[in-house]
């Protein structure tokens, strides 16, 4: 088999991995989660360069919302302890992402074919709502903190301060926020090495 033949096939393979990945190994790491899925890293320096959000913020956001699970769901409600009577929400994915606001984003980026348990999808997702978070309430997209309340509580939520009364989402916020720039840290320590490729890294690593 010719060495392009391999290449192709590495590179398909490198595509598919991004879609239903398992959670990285070392997910407190950023640098490690890239290097481990550095189809992952391709997907989040696309986000930031069509939204303009940091890489650290959204990767904050799905250790926040499911710990890297592409399938994540909400708990099961139970109707006498026992009897199934759906989820708490429509939310699934990476991001979390509801039924009603996965179809808002769907409509306004035209991306008709994107899919919450896919990672790049996902992650272009939590792009657009910060990048919208920015426009409506002028939340910078490196606030992580405020970007998550708002990406939790909605865009009016966050206008009305209906988290200023939940001291649970305040502490929640607090460590999403931690977390990214825990990431941003780590990531400004390891950009040039992921930025040469996984075919450079290989040769050269």
């Known amino acids: 088999m010719s060495f392009y033949r391999i290449l192709a096939i590495v590179s398909f393979i490198s595509v598919l991995a991004g879609c239903a990945s398992p959670p990285p190994t070392h997910p407190n790491n950023l640098c490690d989660i890239f290097r481990e899925n550095h ?120 206008r009305r301060g209906t988290y200023k009364h939940k001291s649970w989402l305040l502490r929640v916020a607090k460590r999403v926020d931690e977390r990214a720039r825990r990431y941003g840290a780590q990531y400004r320590r390891c950009k040039k090495e992921l930025d040469h490729g996984w075919l450079y890294r290989f040769l050269f690593s």
Not at 44 to 49: P, S, T
């Open 39 to 158: 189809s992952w890293y391709e997907a989040a320096k696309a986000m930031h360069k069509r939204w303009g959000t940091p890489v650290q913020v959204p990767m904050a956001f799905i250790f926040q919302e499911s710990r890297f699970h592409y399938d994540a769901e909400q708990p099961m409600k139970y109707f006498l302890g026992f009897i199934p009577i759906g989820r708490k929400s429509s939310a699934y994915g990476y991001a979390q992402a509801q039924d009603s606001t996965w179809a808002d984003y769907k409509r306004a980026t035209h991306r008709y074919g994107a899919e919450r348990d896919d990672f790049a999808d996902a992650i272009d997702f939590i792009g657009w709502y910060t990048n919208k978070t920015y426009i409506i309430n002028g939340v910078s997209k490196w606030d992580a903190k405020d970007q998550y309340l708002n990406y939790h509580e909605g865009w009016g939520g966050y």
